[in-house]
């Protein structure tokens, strides 16, 4: 591994967090890939004088700086003249000529930069060597950005000859974070696989992650290898393949290369198992529908029985059976999913309090329904739900006979 | 506006935005309305090394740093020790004695910090005075690190004294972000109120900010309530109160103090309208449910006539305006939303490319529908489409007769 970078990412929006920054995770990525490792990620405002501070910072942590936003042409975009100002460069206010590859408007740039045409919008990208660090602006908008990046910056990095690095990750539930760590200790001397833990609501994410084999390098290197075994042979919980961010895109996938179809009744979630499935491309295909019934009154009406509301409650394992078998049949799919629970901040009853949920998954195996309690807000809640039934799902296509193809290995 | 704070997330997973940092955007608002501006937010991996240099930095930006994340007892858990080292001070372990209000575990801490319990679980959150910094150290789960901010650090903040910040936000859709600049030059260079601009897919976002007035806090202070009413004269379209984050709050809340009720079929949305709704605290008292008809059988299934689908395709107009009728009649409620339309990246018609959305809203009043074209990836025109839908609903509210509220003037 022989690059790292650190992102600047401008804008007062996305520092007050109005807007959620989706470009520092998919440069994380996309980074990764090209070899290079984000070391840091700084957010500062709309003003020249932050922006030149944190790019002036960002050169002491990181080969590559990587400012994203603030490339427009109104009085709060102002990433050029906080660049300039970290570098001792003038701006210059660059007006179209015939022949350009970019739009015919005037544009602020720094002085010697390079110019990235922009395939998708007005603003192009820019690169200025400064010294042993290289300083690349991108617009602030994903589309802009990710078409930039795969355009200019990627293939640049890519010529620098880095392996990329490979990163796996497993999921555990019903695994607490101290034991996960004092099953990890005698790891964590080492250098490489790189190991990170993350507790999620009912979970932990275990990643692994290592330069790729430049030999190989699509494939999982030896060292991950080895440390999955070892892994899998220590670890008192079955380790379940895959982060929660990976899961709705594998499942898709999965889904679509076997032809088989799903649909979801939800309660609790309110709708964001299917947001999670909708949000992979081509998900049209094997998402058939759902229903979100938040009151028992939707539930009944969608299908499940008044007598198991009655008897036991929308938040049961009966309803969650109910539930997950009313959405396989209604919409005639190969898995129906549920989830009911109570997220908080109030609610609960006698023996399910707040955090209390049941997820089912009925397919052509049969139901399969988990009792879990959540900690956290009601979003972390809702979010560990939905993950929840999607590991399920998971399961069930993982052992549903089909080989599941080489993506499960990575 | 006295306080100026810096924020330091440590951690691989936040880093890589594998996990979203909830808790910067929290922290800022909360900040803000004890008086506290936060200029910038730095993430970092697992590493002393990293999160010193951090915390380094972060002091020479703001007068109060604040980490989170990193408090823990497993080998990538780093804060104190990065701190430590970038305070020049020693890392105490603290072994558990009798009458501490913190549980019985040994926990490591910054030479000379203040311990604050943590309500909500095990690790304290460390003050630290350092020169003319302070330096506080919160932990990483949500649930966590808002209690101890409750229970410690704002109450510790307001006793200072500080005014809050007042920040009004207004959406404008079909007004173009440099048409915008230009209406709004006169106004950039002023220092208060601070105007930001944040063009989203198919709207702009124009937020106003100034501190509040301290003889009435939590009043709009007089400088934006001037400003807004000259916007409201010079913009060419109506500017809609609230952003994108404020208005399915906004609407949850005049829902319940009204008694309406909502349901929502969704196509492309996929269930975020749904999920937005549900993520409001006691929004089940208001959002009775929806389902999410993704394919035409689905829109047929539900009601949505063959013959709309068959005559007009279901990216029309004619099938939202059914789509929130149907809503609005399957399931008995005062209001009907739809969506449907084209995310991407492939598919769209003639005469209907990709980001080609129609969104409807039936209430007593009638059906509104409104065509969008969205730009942007896939997650764009979803986002687009889910806030474009609620802000059918939200105008459809406030003309509806029956006052607001005082909520609707913040």
Redesign the interface.
Known sequence: MTGTAAIVAV???V????????N???L??RLAGAGVR?????????DPA?VA??VT?AR??AELVITTGGL?????DCTVAGVARALGRAVLHREPSAGDPWPEVAFAVVAGAELWPNPAGLAPGQRVTAGDTMVVLLPG???EL?ALAEAALLPWLRESGNPGIVRV?YTCYDLA??E??RL??PL?AGQHPR??????PGRL?I?LESPADPERPGRVPLAIRRLEGWLHGVCPQPLLPL???ERPGWIVAQLIARRLRVA?L?S????????A???V????AA?????????D??KAEMGVPVQILREFGAVSEACARAMAEVARAR?NVDFGLATTGY????GGDPGHPVGTVFVGCAGPAGVVVHRLQL??????V?EGATDAVLALLQAALAADGTPAGEDMEL
Chains 1, 2 share one sequence.
């Not at 070391?39 to 500062?44: A, E, F, Q, W």
């Open positions: 804008g007062d929006e520092l007050a967090g109005r807007v959620t920054d989706r520092g995770a998919w994380v990525g984000v070391v840091s990620r700084v957010m500062v405002a709309d932050a501070a944190a910072w002491t942590q427009g042409r109104t009085h709060d908008p994903p589309a990710q990750t974070e101290s996960a760590a990890l200790a964590a190991i990170g833990l993350y507790a999620r994410e990643t982060g929660a961010e979801a939800e609790l979630t309110g709708g964001m198992v299917m947001a499935l909708v949000g491309p081509g998900a049209s998402l058939v529908g759902g229903a979100v019934t938040y009151t009154t939707a919409w997220a908080g901040p109030t900690h956290g807000d009601r979003e972390a809702r």
